[in-house]
């Protein structure tokens, strides 16, 4: 029998959540002391930069934890007025009803760590800087470090078409590099980077060891990650620079580490990124369909160029230790899981996320995947897994977009 909590996290995956009142949350005792993000967001291009523009200030939690007879769950929200799933609050206490029927699994908000909030010996235009300024904590124990803010595709109108991007307010306080000051710079990525370089890296060294000492009692994920860059070679030399920065620390840590980036230029760059603690590469194909890559995702690299680059990766990481997502719902099933299999017998291990139909983009009125379809796709996906010896990434802690981690906990 499929356990209740992968059935609510699957719906909650593909439907999003309502909210009534619609500012429930916003008014929240506490709210600053929990994970939260803007109901709304509406991302815009102009002048060579993208904000979002929108100026609804309501808030809903960026993320929950389902638990259900002491198994716990991660799972990401996202607003949809049209969803049959509602999250209430009654006695300072969470629940889903769906179709107006309360759903028996326990919700946990999560509180912000504490240690996000201290200060570091950072001082950026006369102001004093945080740890969550330079590094972030996705679910219980995934360690997220931007390599910059911002994707130069969407900058020159090329996005993928199903991404959101997630922008800062005009107002919002950025202490990491980001590409909305890169025109300034006439799009010189060296003076660019030379400017704030200094004082980021140092925060995310200070950051860095703070919370991974204040995690210690957890398994640790640190994932690296970052948007393109109108010169690829760039984004690499970015990232070396800021592994050379952390290695020390990653040393002597007993965590894996994943970097997310776009295809190396130069497999010496994988060489060195091994060589400096990276466990595993990821770079995101979204969908295994040439024509319909380079349709939904412009900005990338060529689709057989993009898959060469996954196959040079494993000669330098070894079979299972190179990763890609898929985006599940942007195509036929069964096609995606021929390509999967293919891929894994180069060593290479796919991974997805639910399409989500986000507020501004092209893809917003194409319907998430069947439910039926996004369980089968996942008990096949782990039967490939368990063929090649492969892993889900993360755990269910800390990957909020799939269920995989589910399936091989309970087994399925």
């Keep these: 029998m499929l356990p209740e909590i992968i059935k609510l996290k699957i719906s909650i995956l593909r439907y999003g959540v309502n909210f009534y009142p619609y500012d429930l949350f916003t008014n929240y005792p ?52 049209e969803s049959p799933l509602e999250l209430k609050v009654k006695n300072d206490e969470m629940y889903f009803l769906q179709n107006g029927s309360i759903i028996d699994i326990k919700v946990k908000f999560l509180r912000k760590l504490k240690i996000l909030g201290e200060k570091t010996p950072v001082i950026v235009d006369n102001k004093s800087t945080f740890v969550d300024d330079f590094i972030d904590v996705v679910g219980v124990n995934r360690v997220s470090i931007l390599l910059f803010e911002g994707c130069y595709n969407w900058i020159c109108g090329n996005p993928c078409k199903f991404c959101d991007l997630h922008p800062k307010s005009l107002s919002d306080r950025v202490i990491k590099p980001t590409l909305n000051n890169l025109h300034k710079f006439d799009n010189n990525i060296e003076f660019w980077w030379e400017n704030s370089k200094s004082n980021f890296l140092l925060g995310i060294k200070y ?8 995690l210690r009692k957890y398994p640790i994920y640190i994932y690296l990650m970052a948007g393109n860059l109108p010169e690829n070679a760039w984004t690499w030399k970015i990232a070396i620079e800021i592994l050379e920065n952390i290695s020390a620390i990653l040393s002597r840590i007993n ?22 603690g990276v466990h595993q590469v990821q770079y995101n194909l979204e969908v295994a369909n040439k024509y319909l890559f380079e349709n939904i995702c412009p900005g990338k690299i060529k689709y057989d160029t993009f898959v060469l680059k996954l196959i040079e990766a494993v000669q330098v990481f070894g079979k299972g230790n190179v990763r890609t997502n898929f985006v599940f719902g942007l ?24 399409f989500q139909p986000k507020r501004k983009t092209p893809l917003y009125y194409k319907s998430p995947p069947d439910f039926n379809d996004v369980l089968d796709f996942s008990f096949r996906l782990a039967s490939i897994y368990r063929k090649y010896s492969f892993e889900p990434i993360f755990c269910s802690l800390s990957s909020r977009s799939s269920i995989m981690n589910e399936v091989f906990d309970f087994g399925l």
Excluded: C, M, W
């Excluded at 580490?257 to 400096?276: M, T």
């Excluded at 195509?331 to 639910?354: H, M, P, R, T």
């Design 331 to 354: 195509q036929n099933k069964f096609e995606l899981l021929k390509n999967v299999e293919k891929l894994a017998k180069l060593g290479i291990v796919a991974d997805y996320s639910v």
């Design 255 to 276: 965590s894996k580490v994943y970097i997310n980036i776009s295809p190396h230029s130069d497999i010496q760059d994988l060489k060195k990124i091994k060589y400096l």
């Design 30 to 81: 506490g709210i600053e002391n929990f994970k939260t993000k803007k109901i709304k967001k509406t991302p815009k291009v102009f002048n060579k930069t993208v904000y979002d523009v929108s100026r609804d200030e309501n808030l809903i939690p960026s993320e929950v934890i389902l638990i259900f007879e002491g198994y716990e769950s991660i799972v990401k929200l996202r607003y949809s007025y």
């Design 207 to 214: 950051s860095l060891d703070k919370i991974v000492n204040y």
